[in-house]
């Protein structure tokens, strides 16, 4: 990788408190997912003839900026899909190698940035698709509304706050589309 990486306050603080409380060890497994999401990522960058321009990491996850030499919608896509498909790729490795805990840390942080709202990959490929469209705004206010009712379930049931907070994380960020939308900016 060419580019910067630059690691913001959040991701420290996240990373303190995931090691301060993480008694089963799995922290570390979901760290090296997420390592190896972006650097999917950044080699579909490559492949496309681009150049990463900087990393960021931060309490949510990376935010990885890139050039292409051209634009390229197509390429653009296959940037944002090649993280989640990395990831699925490393569960399938390591579940056949008996590593069942890293598989399902792969598998989990893959599944979630397909949901199909922005900034997660799969909200950047439907960006792609849509071009913008109020449909795309629908399907992101529907995808948060059900994550925050199925995190509401679980925790009614005794079950951790993560989902839950994660409805939070990507409604807010629904909330900057929204107001885009409604200012009548392209999304």
């Known amino acids: 990788m060419s580019g910067r990486l630059q690691i913001g ?28 999401h972006e650097a999917g990522h950044a080699l579909a960058v490559r492949v496309a003839g681009g150049q990463v ?33 990395a990831g699925l790729f490393a569960a399938w490795i390591a579940a056949g190698l008996g590593s069942f805990r890293f598989a399902g840390a792969n598998l989990l942080l893959s599944l979630l940035n397909l949901l199909p709202v922005r900034p997660l990959d799969g909200g950047q490929v439907l960006e792609t698709i849509s071009h913008g469209r109020a449909w795309q705004l ?17 925790l009614s049931y005794g079950g951790g706050a993560s989902l839950f907070l994660l409805a939070v994380a990507l409604s807010a960020g629904l909330q900057k589309n929204l107001q885009k939308y409604v200012n009548g900016y392209k999304i």
Request: proline content about 5%; overall charge neutral.
């Open 53 to 85: 321009v900087c990393l960021r990491l931060t309490a949510l996850g990376g935010v990885m900026r890139y050039r292409l030499s051209c634009p390229n919608p197509k390429a653009d896509a296959w940037i944002a899909l090649a993280g989640p498909l």
């Open 138 to 154: 629908y399907l992101e206010i529907a995808c948060c509304l059900l994550l925050a009712a199925v995190s509401i379930y679980i």
């Open 9 to 36: 306050d959040s991701f420290i603080l996240m990373a303190a408190v995931a090691g301060f409380l993480d008694t089963t060890g799995i922290a570390p497994l979901f760290f090296i997912a997420a390592a190896l």
